[in-house]
C-alpha cells in the first residue's frame, strides 16, 4: 500500500526526517512512537503533502504510484486520509464540508460520532478537544479513505471518546472482516500507546531524531519505552538494524 | 457576469436579489428604469406609487445629509413606492421589491417612503438589479418607526461594472422600535456609496448587517450611523467584507446621546489579490454611562485552512470558495428564517458563480 524509501524532509532548510524508511501492506496498521519533535507528524504531513515540508531526497509510492510531488488533494483523492492532530477553526459549516467530500452512509457516521448535534456548527469553532477528535474522524469516515493517517487520535481526550472514536476507526479498518480479507490499512501517531488498548497494531515503529531506530510488536516497544526511556530504544532486542 | 435579456431570465435574475413571484409574498412593487412594472396590493399592507402618496400624506422629512444625490432626487424624482404597515398589524408574509436599470447610460432616481404605525411588523425583501451595460442609480429611502414596530428590510444588490450607486436613506424609530437593516451587495459595481443614518429613541434597537463581496475594480464605500438619542437605546453595525481586486471603505459611527445606550461595530474583513479594506469605525459618547465598542480584524484566506480542506480531497478552487462561502455566512438575529435563507441562496448564486 504505502512505501516510503530514504525519505529525507526538510523545513525551512533545516532537516527535520533523514531518511526514514517505511513500509505498510493492505490491512496493516503500524503505530508510530516518539518523542517530542522527533519528526511524527512531519512523516504524516510528507506522506499527504502539507507544506512548509520539502522532500529533498527519497520516494513516497503509494498504491504503486510516486506521490512526492502530487498535490494535496490528489493524494487525498487517491485514497489517504489524515485526522489532524491540531485542526484548524474554519468559518464553514461541517455539513457544508462533509456534503463536499460527499460519500453515502455518512448518517451513520454522525450518530455513532455523537456529532448530531455539530454538523450545523462551524468546523471546530468552540469545540472541545474530545469534539475536535470525534470530528476528525468523521470527517475521515466521509472520505473512506484506503491508508488512514491517525495524529494521535487519543490526545486530550477522555475515556468515553477514545472509545467511541475507536470503534469507528476499527469499522473503517475493517476489523469485522478477517485479517486476510482487510484491505484498509493505518499509521497511528501515539504518545502514550493508550489508543492501542483498543485498536490493534501489528507492528510499532519508534522515530527518534528524525529517523525509525526500532520496530518491533507494539506492546513490547511501548514495554521497553516505558523502563528504560526512548534512549534505550537503540539498543532494544527488536531493533532490527532497519534504519 | 453575463445576464440573459428574454423574460424567462430576467424573472431568474430577479429572483436572485430576492423578487420571487414563486414565494408567498404579501405584496409587491417593482420598476424597470422610471416606469412601474408590478405592483401587487397586499391585504395587510397599503402600497402604493410615491407620487400618489406625496399627495395623500404629509410624507416625514428625511434625516440624513443632503448631497448631490439627495438633491437629484427632490428636483427629478422618477417614481418609488411608498409602503405603510396599520397600527398592530403584523404581516407574516414579505413585501417584495425590485428596481431594475435597465436601459444603458439610463439615470434612475428614486424615492421610497416605508411608514410602520406603533406596534406594526413587517419583513421587506428590497432587491435592485441592471441589465444595463453603465447608469446611475440614485434614491432615498426613508424609514418611519412609530412606537413598537418592527421592519426587516433586506436588500439584495446586484448591478454592473460600470454601474454607479448612490443610495440614501434614514430611519426614525420611535420608542421600543426595532429596524433590521440588511445589506448584501456581491457582484461588481464600479462605485457603490452608501450610509444610512438611523436615529433612535428610547430602548429602540437599529441593527444593520453588510455582506459585501467586492471583485474586478469595484469600489464600495458603505457602512451606517446610529445615533442613540433614547435612553437605553441599541445598535450594532456588523459587517463582513471581501475585497478581491477591489477597494472597500467600510464605514460606521454610533453616538451615544442618551444614558444606558449600548452600541457596537463589528468589521471582519478578508483581502484577496490587490484589495484594499480601509475600516473607519467611529464611536461618539456625549453623555455617562453608555457603552460603546468597536472591534475589526482584516486578514487573508489562510493557507491552514486551505490545506485542511485540500487534505480532504477538495481542490484548491473549490476550496478558496468554500472558504468564501464560509465567510460569507451570517445568521442573522431576528430574521426569519426563510429570509437568512434568502441571503444564503443569494450568496450562492452570486458568490460563488464566478469562483
Not at chain 1, 62 to 91: H, S, V, Y
Request: a positive charge; charged letters at 30%; one cysteine or more.
Amino acid at each position: 500500500m504505502l512505501k516510503i524509501k530514504d525519505l529525507v524532509v526538510e523545513v525551512d532548510g533545516k532537516e527535520i526526517l533523514k531518511g526514514v524508511n517505511l513500509e505498510i501492506g493492505e490491512g496493516e496498521v503500524h503505530a508510530i512512537f516518539g518523542p517530542n519533535g522527533s519528526g511524527k507528524s512531519t512523516l504524516l504531513a510528507a506522506i499527504i503533502g502539507l507544506p512548509p515540508y520539502k522532500i529533498k531526497k527519497g520516494k513516497v509510492v503509494f498504491k504503486g504510484k510516486m506521490i512526492n510531488k502530487l498535490p494535496i488533494w490528489e493524494r487525498a483523492k487517491l485514497g489517504i486520509g489524515l485526522a489532524f492532530q491540531n485542526p484548524p477553526e474554519i468559518n464553514l459549516k461541517m455539513k457544508k464540508l462533509l456534503e463536499k467530500i460527499g460519500k453515502d452512509g455518512l448518517q451513520e457516521y454522525v450518530k455513532k460520532l455523537k456529532m448530531e448535534d455539530y454538523t450545523e456548527r462551524d468546523i471546530n469553532r468552540g469545540f472541545s478537544g474530545g469534539e475536535r477528535k470525534r470530528a476528525e474522524i468523521l470527517q475521515i469516515a466521509a472520505q473512506k479513505p484506503d491508508l488512514l493517517l491517525l495524529d494521535e487520535p487519543e490526545s486530550g481526550v477522555d475515556m468515553e471518546n477514545i472509545y467511541i472514536i475507536s470503534k469507528v476507526i476499527n469499522e473503517l479498518l475493517e476489523k469485522n472482516k478477517r485479517i486476510r480479507e482487510r484491505k484498509k490499512s493505518a499509521i497511528i501517531i501515539t504518545h502514550t500507546g493508550y489508543i492501542l488498548d483498543f485498536i490493534n497494531a501489528r507492528l510499532a515503529h519508534v522515530m527518534i531524531d528524525g529517523k525509525i531506530i526500532c520496530s518491533g510488536p507494539p506492546k513490547e516497544v511501548l514495554k521497553n519505552i516505558k523502563e528504560n526511556g526512548y534512549e534505550n530504544c537503540e539498543k532494544c532486542r527488536w531493533n532490527d538494524g532497519r534504519a | 457576469m453575463k445576464i440573459a435579456r428574454n423574460a424567462g431570465g430576467m424573472m431568474e435574475e430577479l429572483e436572485k436579489v430576492g423578487f420571487d413571484r414563486k414565494m408567498a409574498r404579501e405584496a409587491s412593487f417593482l420598476a424597470e428604469d422610471d416606469f412601474i412594472k408590478e405592483i401587487k396590493k397586499g391585504k395587510n399592507v397599503e402600497i402604493m406609487p410615491i407620487e400618489e402618496a406625496f399627495k395623500e400624506y404629509d410624507l416625514p422629512k428625511f434625516l440624513g445629509k443632503k448631497d448631490r444625490y439627495t438633491k437629484l432626487v427632490y428636483e427629478k424624482r422618477q417614481t418609488g413606492y411608498f409602503i405603510r404597515v396599520p397600527e398592530g398589524k403584523h404581516v407574516t408574509m414579505p413585501v417584495q421589491t425590485a428596481f431594475l436599470l435597465k436601459s444603458d447610460g439610463f439615470d434612475q432616481i428614486l424615492h421610497n417612503v416605508i411608514v410602520l404605525e406603533e406596534n406594526a411588523r413587517l419583513d421587506m425583501v428590497s432587491g435592485c438589479m441592471a441589465t444595463a451595460f453603465n447608469g446611475l442609480h440614485a434614491s432615498i429611502t426613508q424609514y418611519y418607526l412609530k412606537k413598537g414596530s418592527y421592519l426587516t428590510y433586506t436588500m439584495i444588490h446586484n448591478w454592473g461594472r460600470n454601474v454607479r450607486v448612490y443610495p440614501r436613506s434614514s430611519a426614525y424609530l420611535e420608542e421600543n422600535a426595532t429596524f433590521i437593516s440588511n445589506y448584501v451587495a456581491l457582484t461588481p459595481a464600479r462605485k457603490i456609496e452608501s450610509m444610512p443614518v438611523a436615529i433612535l429613541e428610547r430602548n429602540a434597537i437599529a441593527r444593520f448587517y453588510s455582506i459585501l463581496y467586492a471583485r474586478e475594480n469595484s469600489n464600495f464605500d458603505v457602512g451606517a450611523i446610529a445615533k442613540l438619542n433614547g435612553k437605553g437605546a441599541r445598535s450594532e453595525i456588523i459587517s463582513r467584507i471581501i475585497a478581491q481586486n477591489a477597494k472597500v471603505v467600510s464605514r460606521g459611527l454610533i453616538e451615544g446621546n442618551a444614558i444606558q445606550a449600548k452600541g457596537h461595530m463589528e468589521c471582519s474583513g478578508m483581502v484577496i489579490g490587490n484589495g484594499v479594506i480601509h475600516t473607519i469605525p467611529e464611536l461618539k459618547s456625549s453623555v455617562d454611562n453608555v457603552e460603546l465598542s468597536h472591534e475589526a480584524a482584516i486578514g487573508k484566506l489562510a493557507e491552514e485552512q486551505l490545506n485542511y480542506l485540500m487534505a480532504r480531497g477538495i481542490d484548491e478552487e473549490e476550496a478558496k470558495s468554500l472558504l468564501i462561502r464560509g465567510f460569507l455566512d451570517v445568521n442573522i438575529k431576528g430574521l426569519p428564517l426563510h429570509l437568512n435563507k434568502a441571503i444564503a441562496r443569494a450568496i450562492d448564486l452570486m458568490a460563488m458563480a464566478s469562483i
